[in-house]
């Protein structure tokens, strides 16, 4: 069976492959960041471009 599986890697298309694992990590590292932020700082960010205050 790993005989088989060997032989077959040759068609594997390692520059689609490469930009899979890139997109899978980028997209899990930035769903961590936002699950690892406080909720304050999220909430404060969700409301600024509501509220009056002048943010310099």
Not at 13 to 34: E, G, H, R
């Amino acid at each position: 069976m790993y005989k088989y599986i060997l032989e077959q890697a040759s068609n594997i298309n390692w520059m689609a492959l490469f930009a899979l694992l890139t997109f899978f990590f980028i997209f899990s590292m930035s769903a961590y960041l936002v699950f690892k932020k406080d909720k304050k700082t999220l909430n404060h960010l969700a409301h600024m471009p509501l509220s009056n205050e002048d943010y310099q």
